[in-house]
């Protein structure tokens, strides 16, 4: 895999994968689908990175990153649970970070993407802690109205 060059980057992947087992093993409907969004934005982001330009905004990752954010914000608007609410803010942390980067050039690349492996890596733990019995005390059910 052309992309995965830091014991970072293979750590995060293998977590990524283990999260997205473990969400349908063990995980309700919002869990299974905040991990398969986390899957194909990761994927769909590495497919659509503009590797020609890496110092440029990456827009199309941005886009990939906001559809990500909107299908978290429904889970959490349809089921309250706290660990959602954690990887929508998060998740919203990596989007506010590709505008940042996108309308000041001045920052550094490595701080934006640094920036991003951090968010990824709480995403990543909010997620875990969807999978625990933590994750759905007190947990209000669906919203019906």
């Keep these: 895999m ?40 990761s994927v769909l982001s590495a497919l659509v990175q503009d590797r020609t330009r890496p110092e440029a905004g990456q827009w199309i990752i941005m886009v ?31 989007a506010i970070t590709h505008v940042t980067f996108a309308l000041n050039p001045e920052i550094f690349g490595r701080a934006y993407i640094s920036t991003s492996y951090v968010l990824f890596a709480g995403l990543l733990v909010a997620l875990f802690w969807g999978l625990s019995a933590r994750g759905d005390r007190n947990d209000p059910g669906p919203r019906t109205h």
Excluded: N, S
């Design 64 to 94: 990939v990153d906001a559809g990500y954010l909107a299908l978290l914000v429904a889970l959490v608007w349809r089921t309250l649970k706290g660990w959602l609410i954690w990887a929508a803010a998060l998740q919203l942390a990596q």
């Design 2 to 41: 052309e992309w995965l060059h830091t014991p970072l980057q293979i750590g995060l992947t293998l977590a990524m994968v283990l999260c997205l087992a473990l969400a349908f093993w063990k995980g309700g409907r919002a869990l299974r689908l905040a991990a398969v969004g986390m899957v194909l934005g």
